[in-house]
């Protein structure tokens, strides 16, 4: 069974990956082990040792402490149950959709954003 921890510490790894274009593979050899592993630790079904996550944290080029940054607020957001999912910049389709966003010119953009904010109270 997996603990949330491990959970959160794996979607942060995935989410950094992503956000630094790096693929399992590329990240797994940085590391010095196979793209599998990088796998069951995003997962959460492998539990991430120490010298493990602070290598994979010079690879992401990030402090140790990213990887349980927002797990208090998680935990909690989770108890309140709202609709919005705890980890929405953990999920790859926000990501793209972020990525897609800020590669449209400002002043479409601009107004990409307002009709987002009419049609979202109008849900």
């Known amino acids: 069974m997996t603990h949330h921890v491990d959970v959160h510490v794996g ?24 793209f599998q592993q ?26 140790v402490s990213f990887f349980f940054e927002g797990i208090e607020e998680k935990v909690a957001q989770e108890a309140q149950n709202e609709a919005v999912p705890a980890d929405l910049m953990g999920d790859k389709e926000a990501l793209d959709l972020v990525r897609s966003y800020y590669a449209i010119p400002e002043n479409q953009r601009r107004r990409l954003f307002e009709l987002a904010r009419v049609l979202s109270d109008v849900a």
């Not at 979607?11 to 196979?34: F, N, P, S, Y």
């Not at 990088?38 to 402090?63: C, F, H, M």
């Open 11 to 34: 979607k942060r790894i995935r989410h950094r990956r992503w956000l630094v274009a790096m693929t399992q593979q590329q990240l797994a050899e940085r590391v010095g082990i196979k």
């Open 38 to 63: 990088i796998q069951k630790y995003e997962t959460g079904a492998n539990r991430v040792s120490a010298s493990r996550l602070w290598d994979i944290a010079e690879a992401l080029d990030v402090p």
